[in-house]
């Protein structure tokens, strides 16, 4: 069955650190992969996507993941978190007809 | 351009009646999803709607239903609603596929039953 884990429910980190949040995922064939960002009370906004090519993808706000066949895994990176990042990010797949969405990480940066 | 709207942002039911929630979508964009939003289950894929057609379908029982117009706009309608029906329902709207072009999402419809 296919299915995408966020083990972390929530990270806290310091302005200007850097972040990485962890997304692993189990499909059987080339996923499309995604990460969708939410802030309190709004709908949800995506950050980048993977589809095929390059394993680094580069999205908006200064965001980047890395997909790794090998680790079944869709990692979000940044280098140095802002105050307004803090929100709730999810991964989510696509399998072809639906999406599977991972539970979420929420993010909490302090000063 | 306007984004994707949804309509009522908030809205109370009791156990046994039936809701309408009605989206929007941009401009230009033909295909709709649904998703719920809830606490426990997190977020779960409803359907999809393209030029009026289901094209894809999540695991929800048949009480959960939508439609969409010939100008994109499209309801969703849930019958007979149970206490587990609480939740946040959010709607995206896409040029062409709920994959291969950004969706946008509305702010959802927070419904609560009693």
Same mark, same amino acid.
């Given at each position: 069955a296919q299915s995408v884990t966020q083990p972390d429910i929530h990270i806290t980190v310091s302005e200007g650190a850097s972040l990485e949040l962890r997304c692993n995922y189990s499909y059987g064939a080339t996923p499309y992969l995604f990460w969708y960002v939410q802030s309190p009370g709004q709908g949800l906004?995506?950050?980048? $996507?993977? /589809?095929?090519?390059?394993?680094? %993808?580069?999205?908006?706000?200064? /965001?980047?993941?890395?997909? $790794?066949? *090998?680790?079944?895994? /869709?990692?979000?990176? $940044?280098? *140095? %978190?802002?105050w307004s990042d803090a929100a709730e990010y999810f991964c989510a797949v696509f399998t072809g007809n639906q999406f599977y969405f991972g539970t979420g990480t929420s993010l909490t940066v302090i000063p | 351009k306007a984004g994707v709207t949804q309509t009522p942002r908030y809205l109370i039911k009791t156990r046994g009646q039936q809701v309408t929630l009605s989206c929007s979508p941009i401009s230009g964009h033909r295909s709709v999803s649904?998703?719920?939003?809830? #606490?426990?289950?997190?977020?779960?894929?409803? !359907? &999809?709607? !393209?030029? &009026?057609?289901?094209?894809?379908?999540?695991? !929800? #029982?048949?009480r959960f239903s939508g439609r969409q117009f010939s100008n994109s706009r499209s309801e969703m309608n849930v019958?007979?609603? &149970?206490?587990?029906?609480?939740?946040?329902?959010?709607?995206?709207?896409?040029?062409?596929?709920?994959?291969?072009?950004?969706?946008? !999402?509305g702010d959802g419809t927070r419904l609560s039953i009693l």
């Open positions: 906004q995506l950050l980048l $996507k993977y /589809f095929s090519g390059d394993t680094l %993808v580069q999205g908006i706000k200064g /965001f980047e993941a890395e997909f $790794k066949r *090998s680790q079944s895994s /869709f990692n979000l990176r $940044k280098p *140095s %978190v802002h | 649904w998703y719920q939003q809830t #606490p426990g289950q997190g977020l779960q894929f409803l !359907f &999809e709607y !393209f030029s &009026e057609t289901q094209r894809n379908k999540g695991n !929800f #029982p048949g019958s007979t609603l &149970e206490l587990g029906d609480s939740a946040l329902y959010l709607c995206a709207s896409s040029q062409t596929g709920a994959y291969n072009q950004p969706q946008h !999402f």
